[in-house]
């Protein structure tokens, strides 16, 4: 059987992957119909059916199934060989996909990746923001920042700076209230928490080398972290939130950290990416980039 149209093989990825002409359209940038007849074409070529279709889901045939399986390991060696041949001109070039903590990254990463597109002009980026952790296989998403650990076998991971969290209130707070000396003095004061997904997250601190969260009980519950500092910033309340948030701040003086003994450091901010034995320019350079301006410290950081 005759193979000559490896986009076939691509578009079909991406539907396995998503379960979704639709989804799989606006990934590839393609209209739906143009996805729906690669998919026909292929399975014509086959001589078998792909996907099980019905008006409100599709998924993946037995032998679907099997041919996902090959077809990813081809798909991969063919970007296993483009990678390898931009080696040989090391200019990146095509389309970057980046995936970022929203303020993290519009604080830190967005100035860095203006400098670096007009360094590079054969580069365009396509940049999406989330908290949440994106399946940078599912969705072809070259390189991200996560602000934690990584368990995902499938990732590289690069550690670029230092994480911590940091306990801060405004000076205005603290001239009409006492300054809290331990974790266990906080439960008197005004605390605005951090909702995650319905849920307080508890905040982190450690003595004698051993870590323990606090149960945080407060007026006020926010789930973003951005509003939580424009109202510690407004004198409401205490906060507890990421040096990278607050370190500019607390260095003007528009905030106070306290309890700087107690804080705790926490799994540092990395980059990651798929792992393949060759790294395209356009993520190596961006990563030497951001290296070179951060020299694996924390520009935030307060102490």
């Not at 700076?161 to 009409?176: K, M, N, Q, W």
Request: with cysteine; hydrophobic share 40%.
């Amino acid at each position: 059987m005759p193979f000559d149209n490896i986009s076939d093989l691509t578009v079909f990825i991406r539907v396995a992957d998503l379960l979704s002409f639709t989804l799989a359209a606006e990934n590839l940038e393609m209209s739906r119909s143009a996805v729906g007849k690669s998919i026909v074409r292929l399975e014509e070529r086959l001589s078998l059916r792909l996907f099980h279709r019905t008006t409100r889901s599709i998924s993946l045939t037995a032998e679907g199934e099997l041919f996902y399986q090959h077809a990813q390991l081809i798909l991969n060696e063919i970007e296993e060989a483009s990678a390898a041949l931009d080696k040989l001109n090391e200019n990146p070039r095509g389309r970057l996909r980046i995936d970022l903590p929203v303020a993290f990254g519009r604080r830190y990463i967005l100035p860095l990746l203006q400098t670096y597109l007009v360094q590079w002009p054969e580069l365009d980026a396509e940049i999406t923001f989330s908290d949440e952790y994106t399946d940078l296989v599912k969705y072809g998403v070259d390189l991200a920042i996560r602000i934690g650990g990584n368990d995902d076998s499938r990732l590289m991971r690069k550690v670029l700076a230092p994480h911590r969290l940091i306990t801060c209130a405004s000076p205005d707070y603290f001239e009409r209230n006492d300054t809290p000396q331990s974790p266990n003095t906080l439960s008197q004061h005004q605390l605005i928490a951090f909702s995650h997904q319905g849920t307080t997250v508890p905040w982190k601190y450690q003595t004698h080398q051993k870590e323990f969260t606090l149960p945080v009980k407060g007026k006020l519950r926010l789930d973003n972290t951005e509003a939580i500092l424009d109202m510690a910033l407004s004198g409401y309340g205490i906060c507890q939130l990421g040096e990278f948030l607050v370190g500019e701040y607390i260095k003007s003086g528009k905030l106070t950290p306290i309890l700087l003994e107690y804080t705790i450091n926490l799994a540092p901010i990395c980059a990651v990416y798929p792992s393949k034995r060759h790294l395209s320019p356009k993520v190596r350079y961006l990563l030497d980039f951001i290296e070179k301006q951060w020299q694996g410290k924390a520009i935030w950081q307060i102490t």
